[in-house]
């Protein structure tokens, strides 16, 4: 989403709105600008849940012809990923609320496409520099053999061609090698089924198990003599 605010000069409107979201009940004011979150943990995921729909929405004026049919893709993209997580959250389903979910993940994949050509893997990225390379040393040697036989402006407008030629070709690449094929895309998929099969999901939770490990087991630990700290924690 960096990527798509980015290309159409909105991240600055998108961090501003951000920063301008004020209180209210269960919602934390963030403290940090949108970029500077570095990690992102529940809390934060939850706060960007509730407001992020909101945020984009508020980008859609002022805009020009071609951009607002993309930004009204990733809106809707982005709106039914949201919706999804929070029915996701309820602590008991049923027929429809599950058809919902699946009503959403459905619209969610048929919009998506809209940020593929910003979900640029780390072994693409390499690959499409070498290929740039290689291109450009290719044409620099064609170009070299030609040198005496053109003219000062016509050797400058096939640079140009060439530059904007090799661009075009590393553009291709990597938008044939994105992809949105990774595990935690696909578990989405298994959601409803999941439900069928186990019941409410929530019930499988780590959260409270990590909070315990967090405020009771460091805690405990901190207090005992570190002398079979283990037996002294849980007694």
């Not at 209210?24 to 990690?39: C, D, L, M, N, R």
């Not at 740039?132 to 036989?149: F, S, T």
Request: charged share 25%; net charge positive; aromatic share 10%.
């Amino acid at each position: 989403m960096e990527g798509f605010l980015k290309k159409d000069k909105r991240q600055q409107g998108f961090d501003k709105a951000w920063k301008e979201i004020p209180p209210w009940p269960g919602f934390s004011v963030p403290k940090k600008a949108y970029p500077e979150i570095t990690q992102w943990q529940g809390k934060e995921m939850r706060n960007l849940g509730h407001c992020i729909s909101a945020i984009l929405a508020s980008l859609l004026r002022n805009l020009d012809s071609s951009q607002y049919h993309d930004f009204k893709s990733a809106l809707k993209c982005v709106s039914t990923l949201v919706h999804f997580s929070l029915m996701a959250q309820y602590r008991s389903h049923t027929t429809d609320t599950l058809s919902y979910i699946e009503s959403y993940l459905q619209t969610f994949h048929r919009r998506k496409n809209i940020f593929l050509q910003f979900r640029t893997s780390k072994a693409t990225r390499p690959q499409a520099d070498r290929q740039y390379r290689k291109l450009r040393e290719l044409m620099a040697d064609q170009r070299a053999k030609e040198v005496y036989h053109r003219t000062v402006a016509n050797r400058r407008r096939q640079a140009n061609q060439e530059r904007v030629e090799m661009s075009d070709l590393r553009a291709d690449l990597i938008r044939r090698e994105n992809h949105f094929s990774f595990m935690k895309m696909h578990y989405l998929t298994h959601f409803a089924s999941c439900v069928l099969h186990f019941g409410s999901i929530s019930m499988y939770s780590t959260e409270i198990g990590e909070l315990a490990h967090k405020n009771q087991i460091k805690d405990g630990y901190c207090r005992a003599n570190k002398n079979n700290a283990a037996r002294q924690i849980l007694l």
